[in-house]
C-alpha cells in the first residue's frame, strides 16, 4: 500500500553518553528506536525534554556516533552510502533546522552570504546565476521585497524571518530530508502557522521528507502524517498522526495529549500521574521507562519493556496493558 521511497530507515538506535569522565558510567539517551522517513512525508517527534529528541537527529547528521543499531540512507548503510559518496553529498541531502534561528546565522554576514554559500559550496550555483538564486529563494519562503532582505543582516529580521532565512539556506542545496528540531518553539504563536505552511509546502510541492522534533502535539498532527512518541529514550508509541493523537493508547502518550486543550477526543481529562521520578536510563536498565510515573504499572512492568503491539492499522504502542 505504501508506495512512498524510503530515504533514512533506523533500526534498533542506541546512544549511551559517559556521565562525567568514567568510561563506565554511561546513560542511554536513546534506547532501541526505529523508524523510517519516506520522501514528501514528516514524522514527527514528540516528547518532554530529555526524551532523546535531539539526540536521534544529532545522529543522522552525524555530529554523533550511534553506540548501536543501523541507519540506512537510500537503501545502503550510512556509512557505505558516504563512502561511495562522500561527507559532502550526504550533508547537501540531510539538512537540519534548528530551534534558535539567531544562533543558527551568523551575526556578522549578510542574509545574502547565508544563503550564497550553500550554493557555491554545494555547486547548486555559479558566479554569474548565484544573485538570481538567492532571489529565487527568499521569494520561495516568502522573503520579499528580496534585495532589500538579501542586504539585511540577522539582528534586523524578525525571529520568524529569520527561521525563514534558515529554511531557504536547508533548501537551497536541493535537501531531501530536513531535521527540523523544534524549528518554531522559540517564535511568536502568530508567525508560527506560516512556517509549518511553508514546511508543508516544501514537503508536498517538493516531496522533501521531514523529520519534525516537538514538544506540541498539536502542531505534530497539523503537520506530520505520522508521529512517535517518546519517553526517556524509548519510542512508546507511533503510527498515523491522527490515530496516535486521537485515540493513544501508551499511558504516557495519553498523559501528554491531556495536556492539550482540544475537543473531541475522549478518556483522558480523567489521568492521574504518580509522583515518580523520570528515571536517569542506564544500559542496565530494564523495564518501561514509565513505570515509576504510570497509574497502571504493574509488577511486569519494571521487568521489561514490551514488544510493540499493532493496536490499530498502522498504529504501534509498546505497553504491558494494551
Ligand atoms: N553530548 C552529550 N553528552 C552527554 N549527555 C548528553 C549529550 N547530549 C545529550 N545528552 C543527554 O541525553 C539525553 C537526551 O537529550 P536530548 O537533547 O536528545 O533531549 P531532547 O528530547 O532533545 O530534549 P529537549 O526537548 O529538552 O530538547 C539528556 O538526558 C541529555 O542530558
Ligand atoms: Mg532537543
Not at 529569520?162 to 537551497?172: D, F, T, Y
Not at 503537520?223 to 498515523?240: P, S
Amino acid at each position: 500500500m505504501e508506495s512512498k521511497e524510503t530515504l533514512l530507515e533506523i533500526k534498533n538506535l542506541v546512544m549511551d553518553f559517559r556521565i562525567g569522565h568514567s568510561k563506565s558510567n554511561l546513560m542511554r539517551a536513546v534506547n532501541d528506536v526505529s523508524f523510517e522517513l519516506k520522501k514528501g512525508e514528516a514524522l514527527a517527534i514528540v516528547g518532554e525534554s530529555g526524551s532523546g529528541k535531539s539526540t536521534g537527529a544529532r545522529i543522522l547528521t552525524r555530529i554523533y556516533e550511534n553506540t548501536g543499531g543501523s541507519v540506512t540512507f537510500k537503501g545502503k548503510p550510512l556509512a557505505e552510502y558516504i563512502r561511495e559518496n562522500g561527507e559532502l553529498e550526504y550533508a547537501r541531502q540531510v539538512q537540519m533546522i534548528f530551534q534558535d534561528p539567531f544562533g543558527s546565522l551568523n551575526p556578522v554576514h549578510n542574509i545574502y552570504h547565508h544563503i550564497a554559500r550553500p550554493l557555491l559550496i554545494h555547486k547548486r550555483a555559479n558566479k554569474q546565476n548565484v544573485a538570481d538564486k538567492v532571489y529565487e529563494l527568499l521569494e520561495l519562503v516568502g522573503l520579499s521585497p528580496v534585495v532589500e532582505t538579501a542586504e539585511k543582516f540577522p539582528h534586523e529580521l524578525s525571529g520568524g524571518q529569520r527561521q525563514r532565512v534558515a529554511i531557504a539556506r536547508a533548501i537551497a542545496v536541493d535537501p531531501e530530508v530536513i531535521l527540523a528540531d523544534e524549528p518554531i518553539s522559540m517564535l511568536d504563536v502568530s508567525v508560527r502557522l506560516g512556517i509549518l505552511n511553508l514546511m508543508a509546502d516544501l514537503k508536498e510541492q517538493h516531496g522533501i521528507a521531514f523529520m519534525y522534533i516537538t514538544h506540541d502535539i498539536a502542531t505534530a498532527r497539523y503537520f506530520a502524517e505520522k508521529t512517535a512518541v517518546m519517553y526517556v529514550g524509548h519510542m512508546v508509541e507511533w503510527g498515523d498522526s491522527d490515530s496516535v493523537t486521537q485515540t493513544p493508547q501508551h499511558p504516557y502518550s495519553k498523559l501528554l495529549l491531556s495536556a492539550v486543550p482540544e475537543v473531541g477526543r475522549a478518556g483522558r481529562r480523567d489521568l492521574s500521574v504518580k509522583k515518580g521520578e523520570i528515571p536517569l536510563w542506564k544500559p542496565s536498565s530494564v523495564g518501561c521507562p514509565f513505570a515509576s510515573r504510570c497509574p497502571i504499572a504493574t509488577e511486569a512492568c519494571t521487568q521489561s519493556m514490551p514488544e510493540a503491539t499493532e493496536v490499530k492499522p498502522g498504529h504501534y504502542a509498546r505497553c504491558h496493558h494494551l
